[in-house]
């Protein structure tokens, strides 16, 4: 019992400092700062990005200018992990800082399918009075607001309204088809909140479009902003793809047997621009100098990505299905253009944001 109290304690510890670790050994390389109002936070994450699948980590057959951009404005991690080879551990990791194991939803990959998921595994999911990144940092005084993909159980027993989130557009599922918005079920999979809704478009530009219009609105306190892509996961559809999804059928082998490098590039720029309309909105609302922007991915890449020199892939525990790429922007605190070679996993994140707002992780 004394050695399970010690084990709990260190690893608070360790969440206390890996905030501090991360920042002063990597992001404080120039010049001392001046204190700051505490900063807005925007994190992106993109789903099964590729070590290399971006032309600043060396993807050779397509460019991604906008996210090399924000690498030349901030600072690239060289050696970044995920807490996990596969979607759902790792969310869990960011959501909770702590590793996915900890937790019994975190030991699932991939969540069953809704209607699996009533048969088989009911109560699967963070539970609500765990404390997140979402609701500690709500705590701390942040708006908040999650776009995108939640993979960490469904309603009405779990949802990012549950977790500290005070607005939720996307897909609840591991998975979802990028014009019908349909799950691999073939049953709707878009809500706004906690209510089911219906949109036309591709699923990348409306989750961009709704985390745009989050940006511009007025806010009387700072916020936190967790952008969370389905791109460039399986369906492999590019913009010019509805075809595609016309005529795909429900099922795990059917959803992945598409595809082609040329479709996953067309993905990646569309990602891409998509990004760089963020950043753009970001600096129009004169808020570029004031925001910590991290993008980040859940885990290595699937058989389109460029993973060199690595060898594996998603659900593999070597390089190249845990080794991820990571660009940090927090101007006056990160230095412009440069690198790193200091080791980040997914909780240092956790700990990084909770520290930037000016909190820290539950004592409980």
């Not at 700072?222 to 999804?245: A, K, V």
């Not at 927090?330 to 080791?343: I, N, R």
């Amino acid at each position: 019992m004394h050695n399970d109290h010690r084990k709990k304690t260190d690893r608070r510890e360790f969440l206390k400092t890996a905030a501090l670790g991360v920042l002063s050994a990597a992001l404080l390389t120039g010049r001392p700062t001046v204190a700051a109002p505490r900063p807005n936070i925007v994190f992106i994450l993109a789903d099964d990005l590729g070590w290399a699948d971006l032309s600043c980590y060396g993807r050779p057959d397509y460019k991604t200018p906008n996210i090399d951009r924000l690498a030349s404005q901030g600072m690239k991690f060289n050696k970044a992990y995920s807490g996990a080879p596969v979607c759902t551990p790792t969310r869990v990791s960011f959501q909770t800082g702590r590793y996915p194991a900890r937790l019994p939803v975190g030991m699932f990959e991939p969540i069953p399918d809704r209607t699996q998921l009533a048969e088989r595994v009911k109560g699967l999911g963070i539970p609500t009075d765990h404390p997140t990144v979402g609701s500690l940092i709500k705590a701390a005084g942040y708006d908040t607001a999650m776009f995108g993909k939640w993979h960490l159980g469904y309603l009405p027993e779990f949802g990012p309204l549950k977790h500290g989130y005070d607005e939720f557009f996307g897909i609840l599922s591991g998975a979802g088809d990028y014009f019908s918005h349909k799950d691999m079920e073939g049953l709707p999979d878009l809500w706004e909140g906690e209510a089911p809704v219906e949109r036309v478009g591709y699923l990348t530009d409306l989750l961009t479009n709704r985390a745009i219009d989050f940006v511009r609105k007025r806010h009387r306190k700072p916020f936190y902003l967790n952008l969370n892509y389905t791109s460039p996961h399986w369906p492999w559809e590019g913009t010019q793809d509805e075809r595609i999804s016309r005529s795909l059928k429900g099922g795990y082998d059917n959803w992945v047997a598409g595809g082609s490098l040329e479709i996953y590039g067309e993905m990646m720029k569309n990602l891409d621009a998509n990004i760089g309309r963020l950043l753009s909105a970001l600096k129009a609302a004169g808020l570029e100098q004031n925001t910590l922007v991290i993008f980040n991915s859940d885990n290595g890449g699937e058989r389109f990505s460029f993973n060199w020199p690595f060898v594996g892939m998603k659900f593999d525990l070597h390089e190249g299905g845990i080794r991820v790429p990571a660009i940090v922007k927090w101007p006056g605190v990160t230095k412009a253009g440069t690198s790193t070679d200091q080791v980040a996993i997914t909780m240092d994140w956790t700990a990084t944001l909770l520290s930037a707002a000016g909190t820290k992780p539950d004592q409980k």
